[in-house]
């Protein structure tokens, strides 16, 4: 299949390729050495080819291959399911898709092993995968089970029209009742496996080179004050790396238990203490409002009891 690109502003041919085209970073790093992207007629083989401002890019998407990753059975609590899609409550500590180290045990393995039809533009690795949470995330995450319903449902992603609310023990009582947090957030110019808040219309500069920072939307609401804490309900508006946990820590708030960005004197809890709670979506196939809850786990819940 192919997709017709525009760029409209300069960045980096792989990181372009990855937003439009929904798809990781890396994978469009493949896409590119494969051969599968041209700009402006030209086939580019070099994931950091510099696009500019106008550039348009011609992406043949690879066809969909079997997954090689195989069905492990693993309890998992699926909160719905028909022939398009899946809702599930993760629970924390598990790993959404398998990677280099851990490459077993995964949410796709139990669902490989659970279900008979995943939709494959994931990729080998991703089967069924329209977002993520987070390894220590839990909570409610939506999967495709065939390919129609998987661009469909990334279509919604991209255009923000997917709805996602989590609630967040932050660290500290927070001096209003709401705010909204509008930061760029790119990968970290200090340490590579952090994520970070940038200046907007700003250029950065780390050890790789150029840093491309993407715009962030965070709200936040308080739900309950506790004990040197302060439960919100978080809503994202844009869904990038660690948005939550970068975003509060850059107002002073981490998420309580968060052993990358939170305090290293912080409450005392046994998780990161983050959970996606609700989703909002349209059916790809009915076009349905749907509106899914996961309740929280007792780790999480009993953790709240203690901090009233």
């Not at 590119?32 to 070099?46: D, E, H, L, M, P």
């Not at 919604?156 to 660290?171: C, F, N, S």
């Not at 970290?188 to 500069?205: E, Y």
Request: proline share 5%; glycine share 8%; with cysteine.
């Amino acid at each position: 299949m192919k997709r017709m690109l525009t760029a409209a502003e300069d960045s980096r041919l792989d990181v372009w390729v990855s937003q439009c085209c929904d798809i990781s970073r890396s994978q469009a790093a493949k896409w590119i050495a494969a051969g599968y992207c041209s700009v402006n007629g030209t086939v580019c083989t070099k994931a950091g080819t510099a696009v500019h401002t106008g550039d348009r890019a011609e992406v043949e998407q690879p066809e969909v291959v079997a997954s090689e990753v195989t069905g492990e059975e693993i309890p998992i609590s699926i909160l719905y399911q028909d022939e398009d899609i899946a809702v599930v409550n993760k629970p924390c500590g598990m790993v959404v898709h398998p990677a280099a180290g851990n490459e077993t045990g995964t949410l796709v393995n139990a669902l490989l092993y659970a279900m008979d039809d995943l939709s494959g533009i994931g990729g080998v690795k991703r089967p069924g995968i329209v977002h993520r949470l987070d390894k220590d995330t839990s909570g409610v995450i939506l999967i495709a089970k065939n390919d129609a319903a998987h661009v469909a449902l990334s279509k919604q992603l991209k255009d923000r029209a997917m709805e996602k609310h989590y609630l967040a023990v932050v660290e500290g009582l927070m001096k209003e009742s709401q705010g909204f947090i509008d930061q760029p957030i790119g990968r970290s110019t200090r340490d590579r496996k952090k994520m970070a808040v940038f200046p907007k219309q700003s250029f950065h500069f780390g050890s790789q080179g150029a840093i491309t920072a993407r715009d962030a939307q965070t709200e936040w609401r308080v739900l309950e004050p506790l004990k040197a804490a302060t439960l919100l309900d978080v809503h994202i508006l844009t869904g990038r790396t660690h948005q939550i946990r970068v975003h509060m820590q850059s107002v002073g708030h981490p998420v309580a238990g968060d052993p990358i960005y939170g305090l290293k004197h912080g409450i005392n809890v046994p998780r990161l203490m983050l959970h996606a709670h609700t989703l909002r979506f349209t059916h790809p196939r009915t076009g349905e409002e749907c509106s899914f809850t996961a309740p929280p786990p007792e780790d999480f819940t009993g953790t709240l009891q203690k901090l009233r």
